[in-house]
């Protein structure tokens, strides 16, 4: 890698020496060996990390130069950023004025003339019975050169902004897909109460249903399985009643679905198991009844 850089510097400087004109190093050849030389030393220092990488164990072999994922596209990213300014500079500094001789010019001539564009006026004296002329060095900005120089930055610029937004656009792609196929470790839901299964009377409603999430204050959605008809309902104080359809008989169960809505993934089920109705007076406590008891009757 030292060689390739030192042959390329040579290279670089021996062009350079030859392709002067008029002992002036013109800006569209030294534009163009600057940039090789620049990609010549990025791809050494590349080469150079690559190196550093494996001999520590941590380069990637599945990327491209062992690098981490995503170097390369940074790279590219930042290297036309650097193109587009040194193109930049090159078209602002490289757009020529030419440099117009004017011979016979008349007084009124000279003075329609702009004074920005006049660098040097003679007076030519007239011959006998004519009027002086006027002789005038002006320079006159390169139109063609210009409008090169225009369509040059807005094609480079473009280029630019259509990298660039590619590669943030990507980057934040990967994210994306990064963080969905990632755990959900730091989210939980679980039905605290009651316990599933649960053994549900048929025909009764099942109150105080009480849904545990982290962090605390998840929005929470449910779905009904196996009973169409049945509803559940939130109430102020966090818990849930569900209310079974008609049509559901003993024997039968139900599934209620509770998850989190930013991830569908962390959910729990309460099973619901139907069982025959409990009559009236079952499931309150038994009340002894106190015998009254019988007056007793004093003899004298």
Do not use: C
Request: proline letters at 5%; glycine letters at 8%.
């Amino acid at each position: 890698m030292g060689a390739i850089v030192v042959g390329a510097v040579v290279m670089v400087v021996y062009a350079a020496h030859h392709l002067k004109t008029d002992d002036v190093f013109q800006p569209e050849i030294v534009l163009p060996l600057v940039v090789i030389v620049g990609i010549v030393a990025l791809l050494a220092t590349l080469a150079i990390a690559a190196a550093t990488f494996g001999l520590f164990n941590i380069s990637d072999a599945k990327q491209a130069l062992g690098l981490p994922a995503g170097s390369i596209q940074a790279v590219i990213a930042l290297s036309l950023i650097l193109i587009f300014a040194v193109v930049a500079l090159y078209a602002s500094g490289g757009t020529k004025n030419q440099q117009l001789t004017s011979t016979g010019l008349s007084r009124a001539q000279l003075k329609s003339i702009p004074p920005q564009q006049v660098i040097q006026v003679q007076r030519n004296k007239g011959k006998k019975g004519k009027k002086s002329s006027f002789t005038v060095v002006r320079t006159v900005e390169d139109q063609n050169a210009r409008e090169i120089n225009i369509q040059l930055l807005s094609t480079v610029s473009t280029l630019v902004i259509a990298v660039a937004g590619f590669y943030f656009g990507s980057k934040s792609v990967q994210e994306g897909v990064k963080a969905a196929k990632a755990p959900a470790r730091d989210r939980t839901l679980s039905v605290a109460s009651p316990v599933s299964p649960h053994h549900q009377p048929v025909g009764r409603e099942l109150r105080g249903i009480k849904v545990h999430t982290v962090p605390g204050g998840s929005r929470v959605r449910w779905v009904v399985h196996g009973d169409a008809k049945g509803e559940v309902a939130q109430h102020e104080d966090g818990t849930y009643t569900y209310t079974p359809g008609q049509s559901k008989k003993a024997g039968e169960s139900v599934g209620l679905h509770f998850s989190q809505v930013d991830d569908p993934k962390v959910a729990d089920t309460l099973v619901v198991n139907f069982t025959k109705r409990l009559p009236e007076h079952e499931g309150k406590p038994a009340v002894k009844k106190r015998r009254k008891a019988k007056p007793r009757t004093q003899t004298a």
